[in-house]
């Protein structure tokens, strides 16, 4: 199994900024892509940003220009720089990850969630 744990989330002004990082623990062969989601009340969960093993990012409309994932293979962490932050940015934000870990003398595929981290930006 491959556990992710968020950190980083909490209470901001607008215009403000936080920083969630994720990092990935187990016995992980190798972590492919990484993304944040994020859910508000009464909303679905929505995709966030993601990002190649080898660095390549999307970001949802909503994010781009203000957001910038990036990430740290060695450490299987991923990041989420937040900046100028609006009360819509308001959610639970949750990390995902897939990859490939080892169990005995399998290798396996892996699509991974962490417990989410409550994002709350004030206007």
């Known amino acids: 199994q491959v556990q992710l744990v968020e950190s980083g989330g909490g209470l901001v002004q607008a215009g403000g900024s936080l920083r969630l990082s994720c990092a990935a623990s187990g016995n992980i062969f190798s972590v492919a892509a990484m993304g944040w989601y994020r859910q508000a009340p009464g909303n679905e969960r929505e995709l966030v940003a993601t990002?190649?093993?080898?660095?390549?990012?999307t970001y949802a409309d909503s994010v781009k220009g203000r957001f910038t994932i990036s990430r740290d293979n060695a450490k299987n962490t991923v990041y989420l720089q937040m900046n100028s932050l609006k009360p819509e940015d308001t959610a639970v934000y949750y990390c995902?990850?897939?990859?490939?870990?080892?169990?005995?003398?399998?290798?396996?595929?892996?699509?991974?969630w962490g417990q989410g981290t409550q994002v709350t930006v004030s206007s």
């Open positions: 990002i190649t093993r080898a660095g390549t990012p």
């Open positions: 995902n990850a897939d990859g490939t870990y080892y169990r005995g003398t399998s290798w396996l595929n892996f699509t991974s």
